[in-house]
């Protein structure tokens, strides 16, 4: 079992680009310390059965030395450790309810067994989480899933490309939006986008397409012709995408000073 869950998880890991290999890495290595931990447990569960099993081997060997009759004996692996009905008289006390008997019978095995399992998984939980402190607690494992989360949520953001990129609205993206645009963008395009020497991009005309996808092609690959680079070598994916719907946010604000229109006339930028 421990082998084939090692064998599952190197080859998602073997198959992960290198963007994902650091995360593919450390998720190879929590699920490795938890099949460990689960083998523990099975390796202990093992254990008690044998246990058990021996305590009832010793104690049909002493009856047997006593000289008892042990044909009667419930069998060693009996799931309810019935009595027959033939029997009963020997497991008779002698409690009597308006004409009802009780038997002295005992629990089943397996609900024994579960109990005493039970029991001894809770102690290795408490020693292996709270004691020893190699898991983590709720509260951690919370806090370690939303940092594997944001990552996952960065790793898919840079897959973005000019077919499935979309128009974010969120406001702190936005706000990044604006700060690579006064970084980048400012000296070509005007502080507010009305245009200088690039066009200008808050009305509705445009040289290569208003477009959310149209516009971040452009800043991807650039206009080389025209004097604008591309930028998907300083910009990450994510980062273009976050321009592109910032710059979708300029249109129709009319800044005094605006560049004359260039282009063809589109619709708003989507």
């Not at 024994?112 to 709720?138: K, L, P, T």
């Not at 604006?178 to 009305?194: D, L, P, Q, R, T």
């Not at 005094?256 to 930028?269: R, S, Y």
Request: contains cysteine; proline residues 4%.
């Amino acid at each position: 079992m421990l082998m084939l869950l090692f064998s599952v998880f190197l080859s998602g890991y073997v198959q992960a680009g290198p963007e994902t290999a650091e995360i593919a890495s450390s998720a190879i290595q929590d699920h490795f310390q938890l099949a460990l931990f689960s083998l523990e447990v099975i390796v202990l569960i093992i254990v008690l059965f044998m246990l058990v099993y021996m305590v009832y081997v010793l104690n049909q060997l002493n009856k047997y030395l006593d000289g008892k009759d042990i044909s009667e004996s419930v069998p060693a692996f009996d799931l309810t450790k019935s009595i027959p009905i033939e029997l009963e008289h020997k497991i008779m006390l002698s409690h009597n309810y308006d004409g009802i008997q009780e038997l002295d019978n005992s629990l089943p095995p397996w609900w024994v067994a579960m109990f005493y399992i039970s029991i001894a998984f809770g102690v290795v939980y408490f020693w292996y989480y709270h004691i020893q402190g190699s898991g983590n607690v709720m509260e951690q494992e919370y806090q370690t899933e939303l940092v594997e989360a944001e990552e996952k949520m960065k790793l898919m953001a840079n897959r973005v490309d000019e077919n499935s990129v979309e128009l974010l609205s969120d406001r702190e993206k936005l706000k990044s939006g604006e700060a690579i645009y006064a970084k980048n963008c400012v000296a070509c395009h005007g502080k507010i986008g009305e245009g200088g020497v690039g066009p200008n991009l808050t009305d509705n005309y445009w040289l290569h397409g208003g477009d959310i996808k149209s516009v971040f092609k452009t800043i991807k690959y650039g206009v080389p012709a025209k004097g604008m680079i591309p930028w998907q070598a300083q910009l990450s994916p994510a980062q273009i995408q976050e321009v592109a719907s910032y710059i979708s946010t300029l249109q129709g604000t009319n800044p005094p000073n605006g560049k004359d229109p260039q282009g063809e006339l589109v619709a708003v930028a989507k």
